[in-house]
């Protein structure tokens, strides 16, 4: 009687790319909304016009930022079904 024997891989499987690209849309959101409370609390923080000002700006753009990666994470689980 005779056994395979499968050899041992400490090789990552091979994903799927689209499984790959949902994890680092994920991570990019995770990331940004991380940031947008770091934004909030450095603006609540200052009194600066000037600082305000900029902190604005930066929030602005990662609101923008993070809207631009979760569309793309629905355009994507939307692709898939």
Not at 4 to 22: H, M, N
Not at 57 to 74: D, F, G
């Amino acid at each position: 009687m005779t056994e395979t024997v499968r050899p041992f891989s400490l090789r990552k499987r091979r994903e799927d790319p689209g499984q790959q690209d949902r994890r680092d849309l994920a991570e990019g959101l995770a990331q940004t909304s991380r940031l947008i409370n770091q934004a909030y609390q450095s603006f609540n923080a200052v009194r600066d016009p000037d600082l305000i000002e900029s902190y604005v700006y930066e929030i602005n753009a990662l609101q923008s930022r993070y809207a631009y990666l979760l569309r793309r994470l629905k355009e994507l689980d939307g692709a898939e079904r």
